[in-house]
């Protein structure tokens, strides 16, 4: 129906009705048309949005972040294996070395590493060297030489100091061994050596083939080895941590002061004298801390390179008193490392002149002392390359020459080498070691020639003796004792308890004294004040705190003064005037947290029994890399001690891979856990003979105070300490508990012991220093074993005193076995060394 006044209407009133319909049909034709191609152009959008409909169901989810983690994965997987794993499997190996260019004149400018002679002559070695490496088994591996120095000696000609650097896949490090790479280039020059001579030549170069050495190559694989690498960029061109000196004037001092900077120290100094000339280094302070060469340091080198074979002498610890070194040749390296504070180096050095060492001395008639023999260079150390001769003349054929050394010994050689002296004497070889006391070596010979040779890996301490003349058929006069260290004591003194042969020669095998308290002799040295009373009337034990003589057998107080009692120490009397004999006497009291009447278990190691908690609190477990290696004790707050041979190799000897477990009843149950900063090993031990088996460490914190008394120091003997029949002596340790044994105790085991008399601990061993005790028992039940070593031997004096420590475990043949007791270090010979270091 149309509206009025409408022109559609007017203007459709003219049509046909059928064209109208047809009009109708047409416009509903055409907007179904149009909603149709709408839904075609819409179609793609719509499948689109179906299928993240689809995907964002919880499946396709998993799907999709499965997908994503993977992808991921990969990349990050392909970054570390560029940037980690294929680093670390293709690791740098640097090697230092040196040759001699022979023929060759060396002029002045080859000092100076900027200069157009130095550059050029660095090149053609370069050049030659790279050749030989390129050409050779190892060209896949070979990355290029780095020419360091360039020097002279007296064999002329140059000295050439190089560095060999390699990448070296992991599971090729031994194709790149030391003697490997060395022989590599000796071969070179061994093809074209003519004549019999030692000079070859590489591509017209002359090298001398005797000259050539490789050492210290390292492959940078773990932290441990990185210094390597420290060492070599450091050397580098254009190093700002190198510094080269020149001694040009014989005996002249030059200056040498090294400063530790806000963020430390690490730097080479090069020292060089002229041909036929030595370097005497001078050190006249060093103030750092000591901490075994892991923080602070002094290493010195026979070679204008860090290379591990030509060290002459490190230092560790501080130096307050003079002290100097000699090299082999005309150069030396320093390597100073020196973290920040207040650290300080003072010192100088000179050129040496290179002089014979020989004398010829003339002996008196009589045992006076006729004069003074010295190590050559003395008072400096002896270098590992050094000899000395002396021939002495006495006045008749019956009088031979005595040899009194301060802190030297001579042994005849055996089929081990010379570690500290090799010695000719009327060609018979001797072997010298360092004693901590004097001994006399006599020569029967009126005329005898005496040559010495160092023969040690690094500088050995220097040695002073004096000469006189003795008569071959009598050393001694009739009314002395002749010792095994030479020397002689009075014949009274044999057997007398005090050790005047200072190797207990004049203590052994001697029958023990009867107690004869009546009548006109004395009572024996051995029973007099050492707490007992062995007389029925108690005259042995009477007047004990008065003064007398001091000995080895009587306490020396404080003041100086000495009495007759032994065992003053921290007994709870004050027996010295000054009542020193009552000082730091915090120790050797353990409070147990169990009734020890239930201390019998069924883990029994070599005769042993569990232990509880609190019942040995100086007890220390000493783990190498995590593993139970050794044991110790605690003498203080910082301090602990052991057995030096723990730590006898180079790598046991790095303080950074120990850890100390205190407190600790059984393993994994530590109070307190510690890391070590310092070990400090005896000088003088002997690792064939296992003397001087004696080691301290220091903790870098001190254990806290509230763990007592789960953790607390034994008490140390004086070195007048004895041991009687009534003091209770047990061994701790978590050792096995047989010599067959292949698992360790967990619970911290206990063994009660006899100590020994030295008589019955030679019959045992033969030869036993005096510095060693045995303990244990006849049928071996009860004994120290594996895992042991470094632990107590503590011994409780009567009546409920105090625990001294008597003995370190050391040695012994097996464990448990029949007449053959443990062998321990006796701890009071080593009161004032521990002293030194701990106070």
Known sequence: MALKDDPIEHELSGMEIAEVSVEVSTVDHTLEKLRRK??????????????????????????????VVFVVVVIMWSLLWVFIFRRESNSGAYFAGMLRVANVEFIPEYRQAESHEFVSMANRVQHVVSNVYRMSSVARLYKHAVISDLSNNHKGGVLVHFWLVFVVPRLKTPAVCEECVGVILRDSVHTSVKNRSSVGYLLGLPVDIDSILINGGV?????????QRSDYTSNAAGSQCVDKLYANLPGVNVPLNIFSSWFGVSCHVKLTAPPGFLIRLTITSFLIEPSDCVNDALTAYDALLPMRGRILHRLCAPVSSPMSLVSTSNVMLLLFRMTSGNKVFRGHFEALPVEPCASYMETGSGPHVSGQIYSPFHPSLLPPQCSCSWTFRTPSPGVGVAIHFQNYVLKPKDMKGCE?????????????????HHSVFRIPDHSPEVEFRCSARLSDPPFQASYSSYNISQPCPESHFLCSTGLCVDKSRRCDGLDDCQDESDEVFCSRPSKSCSGSSPVHPLFICNGESDCIDGLDEINCTQETTCSAIRHRCSSGSCILKKNAKCDGVADCQDHSDEEDCACGRPAPLKNLESLSGPQRIVGGANSVEGEWPWQVSLLFSGHLYCGASVLSSDWLISAAHCFSKDRLSDPRHWS??????????????AEIQRIVVHQYYNAYTFDYDVALLRLKKPWPSSLSPLVQPVCLPGPSHTVTDSHSCWVTGWGYRSEDDKVLPSTLQKAKVSVLSQTECKKSYGT????????????????????DSGGPLACQAPAGGRWFLIGIVSWGAGCGRPNLPGVYTRVNKFTSWISSHIS
């Open 38 to 67: 709408y839904r075609r152009c819409r179609r793609k959008p719509s499948r689109t949005k179906e299928l993240w409909t689809r995907l964002l169901n919880v499946p396709h989810i998993a799907l999709i972040i499965a997908a």
């Open 219 to 227: 492959t940078v694989l773990c932290p441990s080895t990185a210094v």
């Open 420 to 436: 500290h002296g090799w010695w000719k004497v009327n060609e018979v070889i001797f072997c010298g070691s360092y004693i901590s």
């Open 660 to 673: 100390a477990h205190l407190g600790m009843l059984t393993q994994g149950s530590a109070k307190h856990v």
């Open 768 to 787: 036993v220093s005096p510095h060693m005790l045995c303990a244990g028992v006849p049928s071996g039940e009860r004994d120290a074993c594996r895992g």
